[in-house]
């Protein structure tokens, strides 16, 4: 019998032992629900082939070689990933809208014994609620937004308030950016579709009575676009401002991105990029820097030449009033736990003033 679903969190909280996602490989790898395994019924080329068979020639011939691609497909995984689970297994099963593949592969399932649904609606209904979460409803939580120039901390400062109770959430975390021009990270950013439904979960797990601590971003992270709701709740937020020497930022900042730097090409394809904003002859000091291996210097180079200023003018456009500022020392992590104190008993005034 089909599930169906009128809240994000009725789909992460249902009481079965597996989600499983019969998509093909490359639905799965653009978005998924969370916490679904990928079973797919059908391969990339078979769907392709399939749907080119029912448009082109015969929806008959195509549901009949389908079938038994599914068919075929569903033994192998029954026989594979799925042997080990006895007779008492619950898997919820969907595909793009809850059709043929989800269907066939839980009947398939449920003739072993197995106590197979499907997701009414399936993957689509599921996005619907993602869609009206992100981008048409108000967001229920009320932000409070960490500010402050390139290499305050602020991804460390986020952690460390977790640590003391504080509810945080990590935009570039979920967006697997650091939020610039060399904000690139080791795995790969998520499609738009993945970013939304992951914050969107990341959402519903958060308690909307109590403020909420993000990063002041721009509306786009690496190539992740902050969803409608999110940024409105955003500009409308109280802010947090923490502020450090350039000199200790550089530091910071270097080891924070110590990756980048071990890498000399991707260093100078990175700058490079800055071309069409500073020229090629500022560029090409920052090169030599670069190449010379003086890398606090060209991180205090690029702050104070193109972060600091393109920021100062950015916090003009978002957030409503500033509601604590906390300078830093040098940056350590001693330092970094005494401004985390502090910041973390300027959110506990606002929770008082919310309450």
């Not at 609620?129 to 932000?143: D, I, K, S, T, W």
């Not at 409503?320 to 506990?348: G, K, N």
Request: a neutral charge.
């Amino acid at each position: 019998m089909p599930q169906s679903f009128g809240t994000l969190p009725e789909i992460y909280d249902a009481p079965f032992d597996a989600l499983i996602d019969v998509r093909s490989p490359a639905e799965f790898a653009e978005d998924h629900i969370p916490g679904a395994i990928s079973l797919p019924v059908l391969s990339d080329a078979e769907r392709a082939r399939v749907g080119t068979i029912y448009s082109q020639e015969s929806p008959f011939r195509a549901r009949k070689i389908g079938a038994a691609l599914v068919a075929r497909n569903a033994a192998a995984h029954i026989e594979g990933p799925l042997a080990g689970f006895d007779g008492g297994w619950r898997p919820l099963v969907y595909c793009w809208r809850g059709g043929q593949r989800s269907g066939s592969f839980a009947s398939i399932l449920a003739q072993i014994g197995w106590r197979a649904e499907t997701v009414a609606g399936g993957y689509r209904s599921y996005r619907r609620l993602v869609v009206q979460a992100m981008h048409e409803a108000a967001l229920p939580h009320r932000l409070v937004l960490l500010e402050g120039d390139t290499g305050t901390a602020k991804t460390a400062l986020l952690g460390r308030l977790a640590v003391r109770g504080v509810q945080v959430l990590d935009l570039e975390g979920l967006a697997a950016h650091r939020g610039s021009v060399f904000g690139a990270v080791a795995r790969p950013q998520p499609s738009q579709k993945a970013f939304e439904g992951a914050l969107a979960q990341a959402f519903s797990r958060l308690d909307p009575a109590h403020p909420v601590v993000v990063e002041a971003e721009s509306a786009k992270i690496g190539g992740c676009l902050i969803p409608p709701s999110v940024w409105a709740a955003m500009r409308a937020a109280p802010r947090l401002r923490v502020t450090a020497p350039l000199a200790a930022r550089a530091r910071y900042l270097t080891e924070a991105y110590a990756d980048l730097t071990a890498d000399a090409a991707a260093l100078a394809a990175t700058l490079d990029e800055l071309i069409p904003y500073h020229g090629r002859a500022r560029v090409a000091e920052w090169q030599a820097l670069a190449a010379s291996g003086a890398v606090v210097e060209l991180a205090a180079t690029l702050m104070a030449d193109h972060y600091d200023p393109r920021y100062a003018k950015a916090r003009t456009r978002i957030g409503a009033q500033r509601v604590a500022e906390v300078a830093a020392h040098d940056l350590t992590p001693a330092d970094l736990d005494r401004m985390a104190d502090r910041l973390a008993a300027a959110v506990a005034t606002l929770r008082h003033v919310a309450a």
